[in-house]
């Protein structure tokens, strides 16, 4: 099983990013998606997480700004980033029954 997630970059404060992960391989249907960040100098830190059946559950500094979504028939799951700031800056991961992507970067910065 691979998860390729996509989308980071560099944003300005106050902006919105997408990004995205997509599993591939030898997995029939996921349960639950996982998002984490890993910024500079710090540990991995859990963000958000949506069940199948759609219940998202998110770190109490992105509620309200971040918001997941997900096409279970594409494996695929979605984190909509807005009002971004320089805090967000970090590596993102995306997570599914003990599989990782490789994370994508996201640089909040002017």
């Known amino acids: 099983v691979q998860l390729q997630a996509s989308g980071g970059g560099l944003v300005r404060p106050g902006g919105s990013v997408r990004l995205s992960c997509a599993a591939s391989g030898s997995i029939s249907s996921i349960n639950t998606w996982a998002w984490y960040r890993q910024a500079p100098g710090l540990e991995r830190e859990w963000l958000a997480t949506i069940t199948r059946g759609g219940v998202r559950t998110y770190m109490d500094s992105v509620k309200g700004r971040f918001n997941l979504s997900r096409d279970n028939a594409k494996n695929t799951v979605f984190l909509q980033m807005n009002s971004l700031k320089p805090e967000d800056t970090a590596l993102y991961y995306c997570?599914?029954?003990?599989?990782w992507g490789k994370g994508t970067q996201v640089t909040v910065s002017s």
């Open positions: 997570e599914t029954q003990g599989y």
